[in-house]
């Protein structure tokens, strides 16, 4: 099954993004009459008869929806310093929203080697993957964020807080045995230099739990997913 994404719902009427619709009529070569499968990213799943098939224009008629809830009861934050290859970061953001992710944010930290992000492409690349692994909830895309003011806003959630470091001299515990099931969970994976101690001393102020990944040392994208699929597997 092909899925397609449109936040354009009204009443009983759809219309697709221009990159949809081009995609919809021009690449796959839907036409007027055709049915054809949708998300709004909010959980909505809809079936529909195209009803205007034009190059960058395509419009729907909805027969049949449904409205399915998040498939956790958790949610799950994963903060990663992007790495200067930036295909490196698209990659794992890809695999990411395949396996499951609520909200990624993208830190700027002191060691950062990539300090410019263009969002609205990480934003393309969660809505392919979103459709791609047929769920119907868009992952959020926060902006560029300097870590201590995302360390500073996450004082007092609810969430559980580790970040995970390479730091010999301070104390880690494994994530896997301290990731709490069914509980929020927010991971912090700093840049290919690591977080500094400041910034460590400054996330564990702020209620981060330090914690290891296992025995290997990993690249900044291999260690959010090896933190994010460790998530998964505790609440498995």
């Known amino acids: 099954m092909q899925l397609f994404?449109?936040?354009?719902?009204?009443?009983?009427?759809?219309?697709?993004?221009?990159?949809?619709?081009?995609?919809?009529?021009?690449?796959?070569?839907?036409?007027?009459?055709?049915?054809?499968?949708?998300?709004?990213?909010?959980?909505?799943?809809?079936?529909?008869?195209?009803?205007?098939?034009?190059?960058?224009?395509c419009v729907m008629r909805i027969t049949a929806q449904e409205h399915r809830p998040p498939e956790r009861s958790w949610r799950l934050h994963l903060a990663v310093a992007p790495t200067k290859n930036i295909d490196r970061m698209e990659w794992l953001?890809?695999?990411?929203?395949?396996?499951?992710?609520?909200?990624?944010?993208?830190?700027?930290?002191?060691?950062?080697?990539?300090?410019?992000?263009?969002?609205?492409?990480?934003?393309?690349?969660?809505?392919?993957?979103m459709k791609q692994s047929?769920?119907?909830?868009?992952?959020?895309?926060?902006?560029?964020?300097?870590?201590?003011?995302?360390?500073?806003?996450?004082?007092?959630?609810?969430?559980?807080l580790f970040i995970a470091h390479c730091m010999p001299n301070v104390p880690r515990v494994s994530l896997l045995h301290n990731c709490p099931a069914a509980q929020d969970v927010c991971i912090l994976v700093g840049p290919e230099g690591d977080f500094s101690?400041?910034?460590?001393?400054?996330?564990?102020?702020?209620?981060?739990?330090?914690?290891?990944l296992g025995p290997h040392r990993y690249r900044t994208e291999t260690a959010a997913l090896v933190a994010l699929q460790t998530a998964h597997f505790v609440n498995a």
């Open 134 to 160: 047929m769920q119907a909830w868009r992952p959020i895309i926060a902006p560029l964020t300097a870590l201590r003011d995302f360390t500073a806003a996450q004082t007092g959630q609810p969430s559980a």
């Open 5 to 57: 994404y449109t936040p354009y719902i009204d009443g009983h009427d759809a219309s697709l993004p221009e990159d949809e619709a081009a995609h919809c009529t021009q690449v796959l070569r839907h036409r007027a009459g055709d049915l054809i499968h949708w998300v709004d990213g909010q959980g909505g799943w809809y079936e529909g008869v195209i009803t205007e098939a034009e190059k960058k224009r």
């Open 93 to 129: 953001l890809e695999k990411a929203v395949e396996i499951g992710l609520d909200i990624f944010t993208p830190l700027l930290c002191e060691r950062s080697e990539r300090r410019h992000l263009r969002t609205d492409r990480l934003e393309k690349i969660a809505v392919a993957a």
């Open 197 to 212: 101690p400041t910034e460590v001393e400054a996330a564990l102020a702020a209620g981060f739990q330090a914690v290891d």
